[in-house]
């Protein structure tokens, strides 16, 4: 089992930065951003593959948001530059791995309040 943790999430006014982190409980396939904004499903935000350090990006966030990795920590950072106000969401952090018998799983954390003022 993988057990995440994340933090960071914060009130900023439109245009300022958060960064976001989440620390895995080990080495995972891969991680990711997704994020649900008050009476919307939750969507995919950003993703890397943790062997190969592929990334991939929403198009919403493609230019504002970095994603990186600490491969010694095992931790997934989400900078978010030039917040918006519909950036406004609880972002949560996935880990997909693989179990002990083989088979595929994910985990999600608990989720980080990100608020943008207009």
């Known amino acids: 089992q993988v057990q995440v943790v994340e933090s960071g999430g914060g009130l900023v006014e439109a245009g300022g930065s958060l960064r976001l982190s989440c620390a895995a409980s080990?080495?995972?396939?891969?991680m990711g951003w997704f994020r649900q904004a008050p009476g919307k499903e939750r969507e995919y935000v950003a993703s890397?593959?943790?062997?190969?350090?592929?990334?991939n990006y929403a198009d919403s966030v493609k230019g504002r948001f970095t994603i990186s990795r600490d491969n010694a920590e095992n931790t997934l950072y989400l900078q978010m530059n030039s917040l918006k106000p519909e950036d406004t969401a609880v972002y949560h952090c996935?880990?997909?791995?693989?179990?002990?018998?083989?088979?595929?799983?994910?985990?999600w954390g608990q989720g980080t309040l990100v608020t943008v003022s207009s």
């Open positions: 080990r080495r995972t396939f891969s």
């Open positions: 996935n880990a997909h791995f693989t179990t002990a018998s083989g088979a595929p799983a994910d985990t």
């Open positions: 890397v593959l943790w062997s190969s350090g592929t990334i």
